[in-house]
């Protein structure tokens, strides 16, 4: 007896008019293949939508790149630089809690931040400052009691020198010179006129009361050398390549750069450091620019649009310029429950420097 071959559920004789369960069949086939199709398209476009989202922008990836090409040494803080376009991006909530301060004029003469070169005279002469004999660690000498500095910047150069000594064992940096007084610069810069006259004494030497000196926030290494002894013989080479490098990161920044004589109005001087604070040293140094410069960019920030300097690790700044009124008090406005500073320019404005807390 043969056995009778059972059909496929699916199976449709096309050789023969089709029935009303043949189209039955195919309509549930042709449904069956969209859906599947179309799950095969949406899981595609959800699959490459992600891969896209995970992939960083253009300004991303730049971003990426120059933090990577920043470099820094023992562990040290690099700086990473970049300028917030909108309020929107700063830290969220940054400076939705804010308070207005009311500053005087005079105010805009004093501060870590003032410039003083050949266009803007000192407008202190040797206030705060301090005998450095009488303060300084053991990692240095001092030409004599007569050299004094600004305190607040005192325990910032022993640090510097300290780990100077630490990493190389030398303790032969002298400090030649620090706050200068307008008539011991008056000295200096005639005794100068009458050596090499006006103009190449004015390439080295500020005119009195147009001295950073006066300020008592710069320092003049020499070596302690009996040959050298009574003259400038530090380069910033050799092992004081260091300081020079890493003093940034203690608030000091080398002032006359070379190639820069045009905007600092002075020969290179490697021996010449200023102190400025962080984070303006960071910002000067790792961009090879000036405190002219650095000023220049503050001034086109405002608390809206803030200057953004990340130092790396737990080291991030805002920075934003007021501009000052000259006939009555200025209002500036800072972020409340946050560390800040304020410094005039010495020139018609204020530069705020605000700590952002990067843990919370």
């Known amino acids: ?18 029935t009303y369960g043949d189209q039955f069949k195919l309509m549930f086939i042709i449904m069956f293949i969209s859906c599947f199709l179309f799950t095969l398209v949406y899981l595609f476009t959800l699959v490459g939508g992600r891969s896209k989202a995970d992939t960083p922008s253009s300004a991303e990836v ?31 909530g940054f400076f939705d809690d804010i308070e207005t301060l009311y500053l005087e004029h005079d105010e805009v003469y004093k501060g870590d931040l003032i410039l003083v070169n050949k266009n803007y005279k000192c407008p202190s002469d040797g206030e705060n400052a301090v005998s450095l004999m009488e303060l ?47 008539a011991n610069q008056e000295e200096i810069f005639n005794n100068e006129v009458e050596d090499v006259g006006v ?24 070596l302690n050398n009996d040959v050298e002894q009574g003259s400038i013989k530090y380069d910033g080479t050799g092992i004081y390549e260091w300081i020079n490098t890493n003093s940034y990161k203690y608030g000091f920044i080398l002032r ?15 021996w010449h ?15 090879e620019i000036t405190l002219e410069e650095y000023i220049d960019i503050v001034r086109t920030h405002d608390i809206n649009d803030p200057l953004l300097i990340d130092g790396g690790g737990e080291n991030k700044w805002y920075v934003y310029y007021v ?6 008090e200025t209002e500036v ?20 420097t605000a700590d952002v807390d990067i843990k919370g």
């Open 256 to 270: 006359y750069l070379l190639g820069k004589e045009e905007i600092t109005g002075y020969s290179h001087e490697p």
């Open 199 to 222: 103009e190449e004494a004015e390439k080295w030497v500020a005119r009195p009361g147009y001295s950073e000196h006066q300020t008592g926030l710069v320092i003049d290494f020499t």
């Open 273 to 287: 450091f200023r102190y400025v604070g962080l984070p303006a040293a960071v910002y000067i140094t790792k961009n």
């Open 323 to 328: 501009p000052a009124n000259e006939d009555s």
């Open 62 to 92: 730049s971003h990426t790149e120059m933090s990577s090409a920043v470099s820094h040494d023992e562990g040290q803080p690099s700086a990473v630089v970049s300028e917030v376009s909108t309020a929107n991006e700063t830290d969220k």
């Open 333 to 352: 406005t800072v972020p409340k429950n946050v560390n800040y500073r304020i410094s005039g320019d010495n020139v018609k404005g204020f530069i705020i």
């Open 136 to 182: 300084k660690s053991g990692s240095y000498v001092v030409t004599d009691y007569s050299v004094s500095l600004n305190k607040d910047i005192v325990n910032y150069l022993n640090r510097m020198l300290d780990d100077f000594e630490e990493r190389y064992g030398e303790n032969d940096v002298m400090v030649a010179c620090g706050y200068r007084s307008y």
């Open 1 to 18: 007896m043969s056995k009778t071959k059972k059909k496929n559920f699916l199976y449709i004789d096309l050789s023969k008019p089709m």
